[in-house]
Structure formats: structure tokens, C-alpha cells
């Protein structure tokens, strides 16, 4: 899953122009995976990394070429140890890596890029969908009818327009040689966090929650507690728990209760239990094993009822002391939890290669269409 939409998102100005760089292959080693993407501007700046720092100088000169000739292009690396002596980069990665650049102009719409971008802000997911070049310099369009339009393509549909299980894929380098194909990509929102408090041990764990691409809200009854300069980047409320609505909660993944008051907490706790287990997976509670016991007696809960979801004490086992390395503890066991215990159906979907006339990505695209004409959306 891309990490860094929020960066991008804040890069993204649809005044400019850009090209968007997509791992579409790798082979061995490598930094990142199919389907991690990099924004890059007129200036040469890149958003995100593809390979740690080690190619973007590189990706960014041919990025210029792109613009320039506001054709696609597929690039290619290979930092196996004898060629990656021939690359001059010394990097000893023992992986390979194709990278296809696209232009992003206000000619071609952004090729969808700024819808997808608005669909993650509304923590909306679903599938961004790139033809692939025939050539290093090849261009080619989805639109009807495909072997017309020589331009660079990509649209993003959302997930319910789209089944993912039925899409037939292929290898990259059958793509590359036959016919005209596209990389599916699943798109997922960053993790939406609610912290329930805004004392002095928060701020670690905003910031840290932050730094991961998370899309963090804080919530406490105490104004001058959430008017601390240091929550400037969050979103804020200021509410009491027992005014809140079950409602209130169901846009977040995630939730910590630290607001060091057993009433208020017990309050917090109760609302969030009340919540979807789909949507809402992880409760976190501040304090020790007698706490959380004290705060499950007020819910009326059984620790086995909810034992799944909620965790008490929060975090990791990793060691230290102090607001930070509590804070480090407790963003360690959400990410655990999101990415590794929590088996759920985007989790398991990765980037694939089909061809664009697959029944599948027609329907998509068809449904993707009707909703555009219906909100009188223009396209290049």
C-alpha cells in the first residue's frame, strides 16, 4: 500500500505539470514493490522514493524527457552486481526494476490522478488503471477505440465498480512484447486515526502516526489542551465522549484512548465498542491490565467479548522508556495489527498486469464512465 498520498496530495497542484513514476516489475531485492509510486514535478523534485534515494536523481532526468515529449516511458534497472557496475551505482542490491513514467497535464486531465487523489482524501479505495507503452517511448490510450488513440493513459476507478478476483493477469514481459496491456493498481486511503486526548505524551504519538502517512484526528473536551501548537497538523475537535454519536466514529480504522480520566475514558471505550469490528478493528488503552479491567466493568464488557479488537496496554513490547518510546510502541503494534495480523481483502491484493480489453476492466470502466457523463466530468 502506498504510504505517502498525504505528501503527494499536498505536492499535487493541478495547475502544473508532472510525472508520475510506478514500479510496474521487480525482480530480486529491491527498496519497493509493484505499484509504489512517486510524483515528480517540472522541477525535477520527487515525492515519495521508489528505490531509497538510490535511482530518483536518475528517474527524475528521464522524467523531463517525458514531459518534454509528453509521451509514456518504461524504464528499466538492473542492480544485479555485474550490472549495476555497468550503471556505474555501486549499490549492490541484487535486484532488477521497470518503472513507467507518465505525463500528468491538464491536456490529458491528470489522467485521473487528481481523482484518485480526491478519492483518498474521502477515504475512498479502489484501482488505478495505466496502459502500459509497446516501446521504451511508446504511447498508448484506453479510450475507444484503443489502437486510434496514441496517448498516455490512466483512470482510477473505485472498488465497487471493479472485482479485483477476476481480473486475468499476465507477465510483465508478455505485456511488453503482445498487445496492448495495463497495470492494475489497488488504491487504499492512508489509516485513519483517532486519538481520544491531547495531553503531552500525544504528541509523539501524532507525530509519529503522521510521519507513517496516517491521516490522524485528535479529540478532547479541553480546548487549550488541543489548541497545543505542536496538534497544528491534525485535524481537532473539541467534545466531550458522552456527546459524541456512534456515527462520529465510523469514518476512523483506528482508535487510541489516552486521555488519563477513567470516567472519560470508560465513556470513549463504550462508544467505540458500540462500533463496526469491520471498519473500526483496533482500540487502544493507555495503562496497565488493572485499568483496562476497571474500564471494561464500566462498559459491562467481558475481556473475551472484545479481546480481538481491544488492547490493554497498548503497544508493543520493545523496550524503553518515556513519552517516545511508549509512543514508538504503540504506532509498531497498529501497523502489526493493520498489515501483518489483520488478514483483509485489499491487504492481500498486489499490482497486476492484464490486458485492456479484459472483461473486467471494460465493465469497470463503462460504470467509471456513466458516473463521469452524469457529473459532467470532461476528458482529453
Not at 121 to 129: D, E, F, I
Not at 269 to 274: F, G, N, P, Y
Not at 338 to 354: D, P
Amino acid at each position: 500500500m502506498q504510504a505517502n498520498w498525504r505528501e503527494i496530495a499536498k505536492a499535487f497542484n493541478e495547475s502544473n505539470n508532472y510525472v508520475l513514476a510506478t514500479i510496474i516489475e521487480t525482480r530480486g531485492a529491491t527498496y519497493q514493490k509493484a505499484g509504489a509510486m512517486m510524483l515528480i514535478n517540472e522541477q525535477g523534485d520527487c515525492f515519495g522514493l521508489l528505490s531509497g534515494g538510490c535511482l530518483e536523481a536518475d528517474i527524475s532526468l528521464h522524467a523531463k524527457q517525458v514531459l518534454l515529449h509528453t509521451q509514456s516511458q518504461v524504464i528499466s534497472y538492473d542492480l544485479s552486481a555485474d550490472a549495476d557496475l555497468l550503471w556505474g551505482l555501486g549499490l549492490g542490491c541484487d535486484g532488477a526494476i521497470d518503472i513507467l513514467l507518465q505525463p500528468l497535464l491538464l491536456t490529458n486531465n491528470y489522467l485521473g490522478f487528481g481523482c484518485l487523489l480526491r478519492s483518498v482524501k474521502a477515504q475512498q479505495s479502489g484501482y488505478y488503471l495505466q496502459k502500459l507503452p509497446l516501446e521504451p517511448l511508446g504511447t498508448l490510450d484506453l479510450l475507444e477505440p484503443l489502437e486510434a488513440l496514441p496517448k498516455p493513459f490512466a483512470e482510477f476507478v473505485l472498488s465497487q465498480d471493479i472485482d479485483y478476483s477476476k481480473i486475468k493477469t499476465v507477465s510483465v514481459s508478455n505485456a511488453m512484447q503482445q498487445g496492448q496491456f495495463c497495470i492494475v493498481t489497488p488504491i487504499k486511503p492512508p489509516l485513519n486515526l483517532l486519538i481520544c486526548g491531547a495531553g503531552p505524551d500525544v504528541v509523539p504519538v501524532a507525530k509519529f502516526a503522521e510521519q507513517m502517512g496516517w491521516q490522524v484526528t485528535l479529540w478532547d473536551h479541553r480546548k487549550n489542551h488541543l489548541q497545543e501548537s505542536s496538534f497544528n497538523l491534525y485535524q481537532r475537535r473539541c467534545i466531550r465522549a458522552k456527546e459524541s454519536t456512534i456515527d462520529d466514529y465510523s469514518a476512523f480504522d483506528a482508535a487510541i484512548v489516552m486521555t488519563h480520566n477513567l470516567t472519560m475514558d470508560g465513556e470513549y471505550l463504550a462508544k467505540l465498542i458500540a462500533t463496526s469490528t469491520i471498519k473500526l478493528s483496533y482500540i487502544g488503552l493507555l495503562g496497565p491490565k488493572s485499568r483496562r479491567d476497571k474500564l471494561l466493568t464500566v462498559c459491562d464488557i467481558e475481556l473475551s467479548q472484545v479481546q480481538h479488537r481491544v488492547r490493554g496496554p497498548i503497544g508493543l513490547n520493545l523496550g524503553g522508556r518515556g513519552a517516545e518510546a511508549i509512543a514508538l510502541s504503540i504506532i509498531s503494534e497498529i501497523q502489526q495489527h493493520f498489515f501483518t495480523h489483520l488478514s483483509t481483502k485489499q491487504n492481500s491484493e498486489k499490482s497486476v498486469i492484464c490486458a485492456v480489453n479484459d472483461a473486467e476492466i471494460i465493465n469497470a470502466r463503462a460504470k467509471t464512465l456513466k458516473v463521469n457523463i452524469k457529473n459532467d466530468i470532461e476528458y482529453a
